[in-house]
């Protein structure tokens, strides 16, 4: 069965660091190329972060680049992401999933990162 | 990045089609080739229902089908059934670098 299980997320201030992570088991994580996606209270979805299959090319979207990294430990069929420079807006569910171009069909269940004083 | 435009809400009655369009620039749709939707209940997560524009994942009912025509992606859902309340997202492969959603679409069935 496949799963992709989050963990990570929890109530942090502005300006802190939190990492966030994604356990992969039940496919070959190595076929694909791994994205996160997140979504903010009562919001639609936001494409994030991709990362290709060997960490070699990563991407992410203007709204977090320079203060989030996305990578992957092939060896432990997990994939991260570091949030640094958190702010109010940041808020959100992140959800890990495959990627082939796009967001695949396997996805997590997410993890709740809330930003807050 | 802005969103593609996606009608706020949709509605039909059960047996009905309807269709969400997904509007972009010509610019936000990269490709011809890269358009996936996604159906996600309250509280859950994201489920993949078309990819490739028209394909469906193993498991997905034929009653769900995709087009794309210039600037504007479409899914089509057929015969409408109860299930299929929901809100649907449409997202594309704008460059090598960059992917969009859009803002998603509540459908309601009557």
């Known amino acids: 069965e496949v799963q992709l299980l989050e963990s990570g997320g929890a109530l942090v201030q502005p300006g802190e660091s939190l990492r966030l992570s994604c356990a992969a088991s039940?496919?070959?994580?190595?076929?694909?190329?791994m994205t996160w996606v997140r979504q903010g209270p009562g919001k639609g979805l936001e494409w994030v972060s991709v990362i290709s299959t060997y960490g070699g090319t990563t991407h992410y979207a203007d709204s977090v680049k320079g203060r989030f990294t996305i990578s992957r430990d092939n060896s432990k069929s997990t994939l991260y992401l570091h949030m640094s420079s958190l702010r109010a807006e940041d808020t959100a569910v992140y959800f890990c999933?495959?990627?082939?171009?796009?967001?695949?069909?396997?996805w997590g269940q997410g993890t709740l990162v809330t930003v807050s004083s | 990045q802005s969103a593609l435009t996606q009608p706020a809400s949709v509605s039909g009655s059960p047996g009905q089609s309807i269709t969400i369009s997904c509007t972009g620039t010509?610019?936000?749709?990269?490709?011809?080739?890269?358009v996936s939707w996604y159906q996600q209940y309250p509280g859950k997560a994201p489920k993949l229902m078309i990819y490739d524009v028209n394909k469906r994942p193993s498991g997905i009912s034929n009653r769900f089908s995709g087009s794309k025509s210039g600037n504007t992606a479409s899914l089509t859902i057929s015969g409408l059934q109860a299930e299929d309340e929901a809100d649907y997202y449409c997202?594309?492969?704008?460059?090598?670098?960059?992917?969009?959603f859009g803002g998603g679409t509540k459908l309601t069935v009557l």
């Open positions: 039940g496919f070959t994580f190595t076929d694909y190329d």
């Open positions: 010509s610019s936000d749709f990269g490709d011809d080739e890269h």
């Open positions: 999933a495959n990627s082939n171009f796009l967001p695949g069909d396997h």
């Open positions: 997202c594309s492969f704008r460059d090598s670098t960059t992917r969009l």
